[in-house]
Antibody, heavy 123, light 106 residues
Framework: QVQLVQSGPEVKKPGASVKVSCKAS????????INWVRQTPEQGLEWMGW????????HYAQKFQDRFTMTTDASTSTAFMELRSLRSDDTAVYYC????????????????WGQGTLVTVSS | DIQMTQSPTTLSASVGDTVTITCRAS??????LAWFQQKPGRAPKLLIY???TLQSGVPSRFSGRGSGTEFTLTITGLQPDDFATYYC?????????FGQGTKVDI
């Protein structure tokens, strides 16, 4: 069965960086996209970006593209996200989610999600 | 930048009721809309994609309709397991945006 298992909770100081991993299993990793979505009580669900493990192509939400990087390692079926210059309002649960690309849409939908990783930014 | 607006924000219902949640897009998104269910402390779960296609394993009491800018999610015969928060999400033109959510409670 499809599973996405994320790394554990993180506590970071303002200005630091955080890296979260997402290990996929139960499907052919390079055949699907990986998305990153975060959730806060204030902003709700925010889509951050999409990466294709097949060719490394990325789409970033404009809000995050200056300090957010997504990568993948096909040899371990693992996706990574790094968020830099952390602020207190980056405190959120970060999810990875598998994406199914729909060419006609120039987009895709998210069908399976990881369990979420709580990132707390506090001095 | 496309905006997704859901209504209502909260919906009170009883087991067995039929409930409908509306999601409006600020511009046409054709049928490129998904619906998710989320329970506290859990990740969202995909219910419907392409506005009306039921994800595998999702009960048939969930249905979706719409195209363009107006979409609905209907739950026919609400079950105890259905009390949760529901989100719509558009996915087109290299843009992904969620609605703010509708909480269905007892």
């Amino acid at each position: 069965q499809v599973q996405l298992v994320q790394s554990g909770p993180e506590v970071k100081k303002p200005g630091a960086s955080v890296k979260v991993s997402c290990k996929a299993s139960g499907y052919t990793f390079i055949n699907y996209g990986i998305n990153w979505v975060r959730q806060t009580p204030e902003q709700g669900l925010e889509w951050m970006g999409w990466i294709s493990p097949y060719n490394g192509k990325t789409h970033y939400a404009q809000k995050f593209q200056d300090r957010f990087t997504m990568t993948t390692d096909a040899s371990t079926s693992t996706a990574f996200m790094e968020l830099r210059s952390l602020r207190s309002d980056d405190t959120a649960v970060y999810y990875c989610a598998r994406g199914i690309w729909v060419g006609q849409a120039r987009g895709g939908y998210l069908d399976f999600w990881g369990q979420g990783t709580l990132v707390t930014v506090s001095s | 930048d496309i905006q997704m607006t859901q209504s209502p924000t909260t919906l009170s219902a009883s087991v067995g009721d039929t409930v409908t949640i509306t999601c409006r897009a600020s511009e046409s998104i054709s049928s490129w809309l998904a619906w998710f269910q989320q329970k506290p402390g859990r990740a969202p779960k995909l219910l419907i994609y392409q506005a009306s296609t039921l994800q595998s394993g999702v009960p048939s009491r969930f249905s979706g309709r719409g195209s363009g800018t107006e979409f609905t999610l209907t739950i026919t015969g609400l079950q105890p397991d259905d009390f949760a928060t529901y989100y719509c999400q558009q996915y087109n033109d290299y843009s992904w945006k969620f609605g703010q959510g509708t909480k269905v409670d007892i």
